[in-house]
């Protein structure tokens, strides 16, 4: 059975920094594409990064420079590297495995970042 488990969220100043874990179970993450979304609620999950099995990263343009993805393959954790952190940043960031059968979510953590 796959299991996503999300951690690392919380409150910070802009400006700050935050690093978000989502620990895999039942898939191995350097086989796969691991994706991190966040969502404010009332809005649609927005796709923020991702890592493939290469590794190949993308980030959406809102967190370009700031966001780094990557993973430790001896862990099976991915993560997600937040720096410069703004208010419009605060969502709860969800990670996520798709496949061709179905897609895999972890919980969500909660990320706060006050002006």
């Known amino acids: 059975q796959v299991q996503l488990v999300e951690s690392g969220g919380g409150l910070v100043q802009a400006g700050g920094s935050l690093r978000l874990s989502c620990a895999a179970s039942g898939i191995i993450v350097s086989r796969n594409v691991i994706e991190w979304y966040r969502q404010v609620a009332g809005k649609e999950r927005e796709l923020v990064a991702s890592?493939?099995?290469?590794?190949?990263?993308n980030y959406a343009d809102s967190v370009k420079g700031r966001f780094t993805i990557s993973r430790d393959d001896a862990k099976n954790t991915v993560y997600l590297q937040m720096n410069s952190l703004k208010p419009e940043d605060t969502a709860v960031y969800f990670c996520?495995?798709?496949?061709?059968?179905?897609?895999?979510w972890g919980r969500g953590t909660q990320v706060t970042v006050s002006s």
């Open positions: 996520k495995a798709p496949s061709t059968s179905r897609n895999y």
């Open positions: 890592i493939t099995r290469w590794p190949i990263t």
